[in-house]
């Protein structure tokens, strides 16, 4: 081969290697990707019609265009990060027992789709590595801890070699919170530290600097638009626990709050578009037609 050959390959690997078409994922960006600011949160993915924290629930969540996703992490006997909401893996799976008594390996011996629908037959229980690995980088992952200091300090670390630091809210309490912040202080987490009161709640929350918090339905009273308030006057998050029509959904965004978690996915989802593209219309007709 003479030069002049050699020289052409090279340059024309040079411009093929610049284009976005043939760039590698993630490789031309500079800063995270923008996230919702408001939204409808998949409570253990697409629950509805599939059989819940599975990587089926999950993908369904996301073609579905949910704009956050919650599941739980717990920590098996051999110490892996594990999905499962229960302590015992009775409810959701074709075995019996606590699930932090049995080794990865056993766990992934089981049945998590069957009970759910036949469907879904062989459905695994996933690892939380393999959770992150489908999910894309431009919606909220509200990762809910179901322990303490060491899955704190495993899952805090997983979420920063993943590089999920921008979307990644550990939901915990205060003990799992601690050895988040030790491994790194910039991991945003939701105060899951339950108190005898809402206005308690909301006081450690401020106090100790979380940047999301969880308000339940079960807790509901008069003062849910001044505790809004001040909450956002503090810069906090808000999630809710949980709406399952169209209407109450509406009304919580509304007054304020930020992500609704619902097992009613795709009703939601379609009010909640179905409203924004209203407001835009609203807002583009207002800026064409001033009065």
Not at 77 to 92: A, E, F, G, N, S
Request: glycine fraction near 4%; hydrophobic fraction near 40%.
């Amino acid at each position: 081969m003479t030069n002049h050959y050699k020289y052409l390959i090279l340059m024309m690997m040079a411009v093929l290697g610049s284009s976005p078409l043939f760039a590698q994922k993630g490789t031309n960006r500079t800063e995270p990707p923008k996230l919702p600011s408001k939204g409808i949160c998949a409570h253990r993915g697409a629950v509805e019609k599939h059989p819940e924290n599975t990587i089926a629930a999950f993908k369904e969540a996301i073609r579905l265009g949910a704009q956050m996703i919650e599941f739980d992490v717990r920590l098996s006997k051999d110490k892996q990060l594990v999905i499962m909401h229960d302590t015992l893996v009775d409810r959701t799976t074709n075995g019996s027992g606590y699930l932090h008594e049995m080794t990865l390996r056993e766990l992934k011996k089981l049945d998590a789709g069957s009970w759910k629908s036949i469907q879904f037959k062989g459905e695994k229980i996933p690892t939380l590595q393999e959770v992150l690995e489908i999910m894309p980088d431009s919606i909220w992952l509200n990762i809910h801890l179901k322990g303490g200091k060491k899955l704190g300090r495993k899952t805090a670390k997983l979420i920063v070699a993943e590089k999920r630091l921008h979307q990644a809210i550990l939901a915990c309490e205060k003990d799992a919170a601690k050895k988040v912040r030790k491994v790194n202080a910039a991991i945003k987490m939701c105060n899951m530290e339950r108190s005898s009161s809402r206005q308690k709640y909301i006081d450690e929350t401020l106090a100790e600097r979380f940047a999301f918090i969880q308000l339940k339905k079960s807790r509901e009273n008069d003062s849910l638009a001044i505790d809004i308030a001040r909450l956002k006057k503090n810069g906090v998050h808000i999630n809710y626990v949980q709406a399952e029509t169209p209407n109450h959904m509406l009304q919580l965004l509304d007054q304020g709050i930020d992500f609704v978690l619902t097992d009613h996915l795709t009703l939601l989802l379609d009010a909640f578009s179905n409203n924004n593209q209203s407001y835009s219309s609203q807002n583009k007709n207002s800026t064409l037609n001033p009065q």
